[in-house]
């Protein structure tokens, strides 16, 4: 087993458990890991939270890295946050799979904050 | 989707960048999502914005958390550039612009008006925002910011009772939305002074910044996606005024005793500021 995932506390779904367990630590090790099938819809309904009938092509939009990072979202992300936890762990998730969204951001502001992405730290 | 998965990657490089490694680098990951994110903006937003409020504030939030967490190493090309500015601003104006929707909906805890912590009376009826609207009308009468006066009025005013001492058990998180409500406000003509690097405007938003700044250094285990940003724009700020401005960024700078415990004594006393004439009214109690 890789050791970076044995530092990881959060990733306890026992889905994703078993599905990391069946992965070689070859395929770690090439970065072919990422790109075994972890279905999003199937860690979601795991969590209770309902995805609108057409959204399982997020299944092909997100990888397993996604997956792992969602679910550190919602276990760990979303205490630390504004507001109650159950706003970002619940109902954030449930509006980023059940609404096809746009940023309300100014164009101006995008590229300043695609500067800030491309920005070493 | 993506902008939850962006702040998520942002979360583990900071919580535990020894987890990154050549083939899962969650700062690759970070950036992909972010551009994602970003890139998803559209001409189309402006119809739908009401039917997806609350989608469309979650985002702007988690993007705003995203970009209070992000600490360029670098000095952009403007010093005092920060996009978590424009974020807070944005969502703002979404507020705005629906706002029957925005107090009904979901987040609703995290937009609606915030009533403003008192100003306790301090001892000797000094404070920072008095001693910076002091520094302000003994301003050379052939300064080039008296034009300004208004503008920096305003922003200072509003600012006050964000730089009161904390009483105990008032809420962190209250006095954290309280704050941020401050920037959101800012005025256009408060940003494009601030954009044409006034250093008034400058001075006044590092107090901001260090209002913010004790506001979390009460609760140094939280809100890590805050806890860098605000000492470093007041840093920032700092070094690009000068030391002409040092006695201006004193307090921001904490040179004061911001954060020390070495605050005003407040005693719950309600006061109401007047600018004009540099003096506190005599609305409120006297002064001990």
């Not at chain 2, 690759?28 to 890139?39: F, I, T």
Request: overall charge neutral; hydrophobic content about 40%.
């Amino acid at each position: 087993v890789p050791k970076w995932r044995d530092q990881v506390t959060t990733f306890t779904l026992p889905s994703i458990s078993k599905a990391s367990a069946e992965v070689a630590d070859s395929e770690w090790q090439t970065g072919t890991a990422h790109k075994l099938p972890l279905p999003v819809t199937a860690a979601v309904q795991t969590l209770g939270i309902q995805m609108a009938p057409g959204m399982a092509e997020y299944d092909q939009v997100f990888d397993k890295q996604d997956v792992l990072l969602m679910l550190h979202f919602t276990s760990t992300t979303s205490t630390d946050l504004l507001g109650s936890p159950t706003l970002w762990a619940q109902d954030a998730m449930q509006l980023a799979l059940q609404v096809r969204l746009v940023v309300p951001l100014h164009q101006n502001h995008t590229a300043s904050i695609l500067t800030i992405a491309s920005t070493p730290s | 989707m993506h902008a939850v998965l962006a702040l998520t990657a942002r979360h583990l490089q900071e919580k535990l960048p020894s987890l990154s490694s050549p083939h899962y680098d969650y700062k690759v990951r970070e950036a992909h999502h972010l551009q994602k994110s970003l890139s998803t903006f559209s001409p189309k937003f402006n119809t739908t914005i009401h039917e997806h409020q609350d989608a469309v504030l979650a985002t702007s939030f988690l993007l705003f958390f995203h970009s209070c967490s992000v600490i360029p190493t670098t000095l952009p090309t403007c010093p005092c550039a920060d996009p978590s500015f424009t974020f807070l601003r944005g969502i703002q104006s979404i507020v705005a612009d629906g706002a029957h929707i925005a107090h009904s909906g979901r987040y609703s805890t995290l937009v609606e008006p915030r009533v403003p912590a008192s100003v306790t009376l301090p001892r000797g009826c000094s404070s920072p925002a008095v001693h910076l609207m002091q520094r302000i009308y003994d301003l050379p009468l052939n300064s080039p910011y008296l034009k300004n006066i208004p503008i920096y009025t305003e922003r200072v005013q509003t600012l006050a009772p964000h730089l009161s001492p904390l009483e105990q058990g008032e809420e962190s998180e209250d006095l954290l939305l309280s704050v941020l409500r401050w920037q959101a406000l800012c005025p256009h003509a408060f940003v494009d002074l601030i954009n044409a690097h006034d250093h008034i405007a400058l001075v006044i938003l590092a107090h901001y910044y260090a209002a913010v700044k004790f506001i979390i250094s009460r609760s140094p285990k939280k809100w890590w996606w805050l806890q860098k940003k605000p000492g470093r724009m007041v840093q920032v700020i700092a070094d690009y005024v000068g030391p002409a401005w040092t006695g201006w960024m004193e307090w921001a700078r904490g040179e004061d005793g911001v954060g020390e415990g070495k605050r005003w004594s407040g005693r719950g006393q309600m006061i109401v500021w007047a600018w004009g004439g540099l003096k506190v009214t005599s609305s409120m109690p006297p002064c001990e």
